[in-house]
């Protein structure tokens, strides 16, 4: 079947890192994705993957694993404004594409 | 560029009525998506429209149906509505409908069923 497991919350402190990660179980995997959503607002494109390996974006790298079935998300330098909803997605390619979401990350950092 | 828009933002409706939900995905962007976001379920994937067509329907019951007419603005319809239709319902539009082209997400219209 299809699922993704990421953790329900995490905590963190301002000027830290974090990392965020997630599972998967697809039989047609086309693409790993992290979006960001705050709160009462749409959620965000952070970063894609579909090759093994890091993909940095300044303050924000993401990392996959396709024999593991694995990603993370890894925050530096944490901000306040990072305190947000981050959700991990799979593209799907079994039939038609689309996307499978986890059920999201919730991450506070405290100052 | 504009973003992609939804409409309304907020609804109240009771149980049995129906409702239609107005998405306009950002200029240029045929592919359409709608996804139900709830607290405890994530964001759950309802259908997929590109170049009017349906190219793709997740697992929920027939009360839930779409269209997209030729301009790629999508509506979303739910017929007699339960409680548990409560939720934000998200729109989400994309350059093409393979390969990488990430969503682009509408505020969301927030449903509330009583």
């Known amino acids: 079947g299809q699922n993704i497991d990421q953790p329900t919350e995490m905590t963190a402190t301002e000027g830290a890192i974090v990392q965020i990660n997630c599972t998967y179980q697809?039989?047609?995997?086309?693409?790993l994705f992290w979006y960001q959503q705050h709160a009462g607002e749409a959620p965000t494109f952070l970063s894609y993957?579909?090759?093994?390996g890091l993909e940095e974006k300044g303050r924000f790298s993401s990392f996959l694993s396709r024999s593991k079935g694995y990603s993370y998300l890894l925050l530096k330098e944490l901000q306040m404004k990072d305190s947000a909803s981050y959700l991990c997605a799979v593209r799907d390619r079994t039939g038609t594409y689309k996307y499978i979401f986890g059920t999201g990350t919730r991450l506070k950092v405290l100052a | 560029k504009a973003g992609v828009t939804q409409t309304p933002r907020y609804l109240i409706k009771t149980r049995g009525q129906q409702v239609t939900l107005s998405c306009s995905p950002i200029s240029g962007h045929r592919s359409v998506s709608w996804y139900q976001q709830t607290p405890g379920q994530g964001l759950q994937f309802l259908f997929e429209y590109f170049s009017e067509t349906q190219r793709n329907k997740g697992n929920f019951p027939g009360r839930f149906s779409g269209r997209q007419f030729s301009n790629s603005r999508s509506e979303m319809n739910v017929s007699t509505l339960e409680l548990g239709d409560s939720a934000l319902y998200l729109c989400a539009s994309s350059l093409t409908s393979s390969r990488y082209s990430p969503l682009h997400f509408g505020n969301g219209t927030r449903l509330t069923v009583t």
């Open positions: 697809t039989s047609g995997f086309n693409g």
């Open positions: 993957n579909v090759l093994d």
